[in-house]
């Protein structure tokens, strides 16, 4: 590459180009060509011939089976939205909470730390379905050993029921506390890089802006709403789209998708339930987005 | 008056705080201790109900028995050296594409980042199929058919296809760990690149002199994230390598290959008799806590680079 007649923005461009190169080749082999494959896939019979396979065009066939015919397509991935919904939520929360507390000055700060990220080391499939299955087997079912997972915590229920019935809470947001109370480890098990996220997010807030309102007399929940909060919910959207990406991956739904191809080799209709749950992935994202992007505060 | 009123809500909070931070810590550790404690537990223990924790009969069975199980050693080793390529092919390729976006304006160059966000947005399981079907004949382009007249190869059950996803930058999260790599990129002020342009060092030369050092942060980031998800992943290596030696596919199937060991080593293969479910669930939490434990023994080698260089890695945007 020298000189050859080529301007100098020609010659940064190629440079650029030979960056991206191998993702670019892995973009489109990988990525592009299997994703215009799936579409075909999504509307074809596919059936597996010695040394490959045979399309038969069917259009929308596949997609009807997936919504009309098959028996528990439309209620796993209702389920799972409906999963999504309560967990992205708590998880945000949660993480922007620990962030918040991880940020403070304390003593033994950097062991908190250590551990508040351990579960982004260890939040694992394998161990998870391994670890369900041991809890299986001592208990005899599944239903019985979630029961016991709750007896065992020690913890009982009822007395924080009656709290917040007591407080005037409705009932149905004391169901949902009681819920997050109880799956407290998902919940912690699955915020660890939100935590991170929003903790690198506290670490940008200029020191400044605290000490002044300090001067001007604002108690730290105020400076909390007025300083913290707008400061970082640029970040709550980039957490929000990695939770729910993040929680779709570990759906039961990515396990239908799974059986539907690979067990009873239903090639068109595993690609059809993919391509619906993407969209209904897609429009969820830009919905959350639209409305999340409104409320943002950019500087 | 309104001092020590402050004060003493400081030292409210500060007590709180701390019941908080221990309390979820605990909620964390609490299956860690748990396994730990399992592991070194006689069979007898588990009958016990005045045991919390600390085992009465000490043993070192179970640890034996499950590494037997998983062929641990081994094992291990071929899990290390597969995660330790595949981390490094996909921080080279990624941390290219990276400073590729960051610093270049190329014809399509904004659409082409826009793909990068896209390759994270759609689920893998959309792409499952046709990329099982693409690894079972690998041609890229038909260039083998081309060339030889065969079919493509079959890479099934080898460890290609994860090789060559990692290289592509295109593997587990890569469009996470590009986007890292290009806000980090993005923050570095130019100067520094015109002075190596000025002293005559190329393109190529000044990204791995100047720019790759100075990526030190970012790149623990994403060694860090690349080996771990790696470890754990389970999706691709059941897709495209359920019959090779990894960590993550032995640890899946690990109680099931318990329930048939147990029995066999008392001598009563082939009869009616089931394991007791006590003992079996045991071991596999002594499977879990060895699957699990190099990661730990590497977190707490690295945790503190890890911490400070997510900080200053520029995820924030």
Avoid: C
């Avoid at chain 2, 050693?73 to 990276?98: D, E, I, K, Q, R």
């Amino acid at each position: 590459m020298k000189g050859m007649g080529l301007t100098l923005t020609r010659k940064r461009s190629l440079l650029g180009l030979f960056f991206i190169s191998p993702w670019l080749v892995g973009f489109i082999i990988l990525f592009l060509m299997p994703m215009i494959q799936s579409i075909r896939f999504s509307m074809s019979d596919l059936s597996i011939v010695p040394g490959g396979y045979e399309l038969k065009f069917t259009a929308w066939n596949n997609f009807r089976e997936a919504l009309f015919i098959d028996a528990n397509y439309n209620r796993i991935l209702t389920e799972s939205v409906l999963q999504m919904a309560v967990n992205v939520p708590l998880i945000l929360f949660f993480s922007l909470f620990s962030a918040v507390l991880l940020n403070q000055k304390f003593r033994g700060r950097s062991l908190a730390r250590a551990i508040f990220f351990l579960p982004v080391i260890l939040a694992s499939g394998a161990v998870a379905s391994a670890e369900a299955a041991g809890l299986i087997n001592l208990i005899g079912n599944a239903t019985a050993a979630e029961e016991a997972g709750l007896s065992s915590s020690q913890f009982n229920t009822m007395a924080m029921v009656d709290l917040l019935a007591e407080a005037g809470m409705p009932l149905v947001m004391t169901d949902y506390i009681v819920d997050a109370v109880m799956r407290i480890y998902d919940i912690i098990r699955s915020s660890g890089v939100q935590i991170l996220i929003f903790l690198a997010a506290l670490q940008s807030v200029p020191t400044t802006m605290y000490e002044v309102a300090k001067m001007e007399g604002a108690t730290g929940y105020e400076s909390f709403w007025k300083i913290t909060f707008p400061m970082v919910s640029p970040l709550i959207l980039t957490n929000v789209i990695y939770t729910v990406i993040d929680s779709f991956t570990t759906s039961p739904i990515t396990q239908t998708i799974y059986t539907t191809a690979f067990q009873t080799q239903n090639f068109g209709l595993s690609a059809s339930m993919s391509w619906l749950y993407t969209i209904v992935v897609g429009i969820l994202l830009l919905i959350i987005g639209f409305f999340i992007s409104k409320k943002v505060h950019y500087n | 008056m309104q001092r020590t009123k402050n004060k003493l809500i400081d030292a409210l909070w500060s007590i709180f705080r701390y019941v908080l931070i221990i309390g979820i810590s605990f909620v964390i550790l609490y299956p860690i201790l748990m396994k730990i404690s399992t592991a070194f537990k006689d069979k007898t223990d588990i009958y016990n109900p005045t045991i919390y924790m600390i085992p009465v009969h000490f043993t070192m069975d179970n640890i034996k028995l499950a590494s037997e199980v998983l062929n641990y050693f081994p094992l291990l080793g071929n899990t290390l050296l597969y995660v330790f390529v595949v981390m490094v092919l996909t921080t080279v390729s990624t941390a290219l594409a990276g400073y590729g976006f960051a610093r270049f304006e190329f014809p399509g160059s904004k659409i082409l980042f826009a793909m990068v966000i896209l390759t994270i947005l759609v689920p893998t399981s959309t792409l499952m199929v046709p990329m099982y079907l693409h690894f079972r004949s690998f041609d890229v382009l038909g260039l083998i058919s081309l060339f030889t007249g065969k079919e493509g190869v079959n890479l099934l059950n080898t460890y290609w296809p994860s090789m060559i996803t990692a290289g592509t930058a295109t593997g587990l999260k890569a469009g996470l760990f590009i986007y890292i790599f290009r806000q980090f990129f993005k923050g570095m002020p130019k100067e520094i690149e015109e002075a190596a342009l000025i002293d005559g060092a190329g393109g190529i030369k000044t990204f791995i002199r100047i720019m790759l050092p100075n990526a030190i942060p970012p790149m623990i980031t994403v060694m860090l994230f690349s080996f771990v998800w790696t470890y754990n992943d389970t999706f691709y290596p059941s897709l495209f390598m359920s019959e090779t030696n990894l960590m993550s596919l032995k640890v899946a199937s690990l109680p099931s290959q318990i329930n048939l060991i147990i029995p066999q080593l008392l001598g009563l293969a082939g009869t009616d008799i089931k394991a007791d479910p006590n003992h079996v669930a045991m071991l596999v939490d002594t499977g879990i806590l060895l699957a699990i434990a190099p990661l730990i023994i590497l977190y707490l080698f690295v945790q503190r680079y890890f911490v400070e260089s997510v900080e200053r890695t520029g995820v924030v945007g």
